[in-house]
């Protein structure tokens, strides 16, 4: 038989048995559907969180209070922890590759303006914050440096500000955080939200005044800058060494915006690979069916069998021609599967916006590989039994 001659028998098989094929071509675009979309959905969550994470950039350093991993001390040892003070702070912007650091203290207290009021969350930091969090002021200007105990400014969200204010500026208008007079000297621009979090519906305050305010001994977080061309677990060890010179043991914990995407990416690539499985499952479903319908059109075309064999078709052309068949099965439903699948990645993206989308197309050529896989597969059971018919008693039993 010539390639024209087998690609029009493929072909003629597949259309004489519509409804059949129709359903095996279904079962098999189903399960490449559910891969393409759930592994869209899986990617998309994926740059959208570490998007979110590296909105800050990603040479950072957080320094918080206390060790995260377990020690084999006594528990008398908990009451020497030392809390971050705002005189490590300044130590660590002596650390080489260190460019600029940011004491942290956060609350939620009440923010009061003309007979208006609205509880926030209230960021007491350093005036390195638009350059270490990426984060400037669209009007005014942000904290400025300040040797004294903090003098009573403040620096609002753009969502707090208009909350307050409306569209009036409200540069130099005196308002009530926590209770405490302050003086507006800036608000910032838009930063959206991360995670759920507004960072707009926030206001800005000296550390040092928020530690009063709270009623704190220590800062909650120091944040560090670093220089892009150092190696961030060598500042880190650095900044290490010289918090333990301070407070004589390791009683804080060090972490580094390369460590955190590292774990964020491993447990979102988890994910992904899960919704993939989901997907296979219904792939698996897809190749029981082209078995199936495979099985029983050996059944129902001996007497054709029979025909191409006393033609002179040897058992090898027999095998291959429903091996055809089913690998053209399992294509067109392949292809049906990755037009749905993308198609409908598309318009979750386009209705759901909040809900960010991004074809894998490692994972769909995966999905298409495995879908012709199955296709073969399920196929070569029923060409074998197909190939092995007797041509006489094929035509007699007809």
């Known amino acids: 038989m010539r390639a024209p001659d087998v690609a029009t028998y493929v072909l003629t098989a597949v259309r004489a048995q519509r409804g059949r094929s129709l359903l095996t071509i279904t079962g098999i675009a189903i399960g490449v559907a559910t891969v393409v979309l759930l592994t869209a959905i899986g990617e998309g969550i994926h740059r959208f969180v570490l998007a979110e994470f590296s909105q800050f950039g990603t040479n950072l350093i957080a320094v918080t209070p206390g060790k995260t991993s377990t020690l084999g001390l006594s528990g008398a040892m908990l009451s020497t922890v ?82 307050l204010f409306g569209s009036h500026s409200p540069l130099g208008a005196r308002i009530r955080v926590g209770g405490e007079p302050f003086r507006v000297i800036g608000v910032m621009a838009r930063k959206g939200q ?33 220089d892009r061309a150092a190696d961030s677990s060598a500042v880190a060890e650095r900044v290490r060494e010289l918090l333990i010179r301070r407070h004589q043991h390791e ?28 997907g296979a499952i219904s792939l698996a479903v897809g190749g029981i069916g082209i078995l199936t319908i495979m099985t029983i059109a ?30 053209l099965l399992a294509l067109l439903g392949g292809l049906a599967g990755l037009i749905i699948g993308a198609g ?3 318009l979750i993206g386009l209705l759901v916006p909040a809900l960010p989308t991004h074809t894998a197309w490692d994972f769909v050529l995966i999905a298409e590989v495995t879908a012709a896989s199955i296709g073969l597969l399920a196929g070569v059971l029923p060409a074998l039994r197909a190939a092995a018919l007797d041509p006489v008693a094929a035509l007699h039993d007809e």
Do not use: C, H
Not at 194 to 221: H, S, Y
């Open 344 to 346: 409908g990645a598309w």
């Open 194 to 226: 991360m995670l759920g979090f507004d960072l707009d519906d926030t206001v800005f305050i000296p550390v040092q005044r928020a530690l009063a305010m709270f009623d704190r001994d220590g800062l909650m977080e120091i944040d560090l800058l670093y």
């Open 251 to 278: 009683d804080f914990s060090i972490t580094t915006q390369d460590q955190m995407l590292e774990v964020l990416g491993s447990v979102l690539n988890v994910l992904t690979l899960v919704v993939g499985a989901l």
């Open 82 to 163: 030392r809390p971050l003070s705002l005189a490590d702070a300044d130590a660590l912007e002596q650390v080489p590759d260190v460019e600029a650091v940011v004491a942290v203290v956060q609350g939620n207290a009440a923010v009061e303006a003309g007979g208006r009021s609205r509880r926030t969350l209230v960021f007491g930091a350093g005036p390195k914050v638009p350059e270490i969090w990426a984060m400037r002021p669209a009007i005014g200007r942000f904290l400025p440096e300040d040797s004294g105990g903090g003098r009573p400014f403040a620096v609002l969200g753009a969502t707090l500000s208009e909350e």
């Open 298 to 327: 050996v059944r129902e075309r001996r007497a054709e069998i029979g025909l191409l064999r006393a033609l002179g078709a040897s058992r090898d052309q027999i095998m291959g021609l429903f091996l055809l068949e089913a690998l």
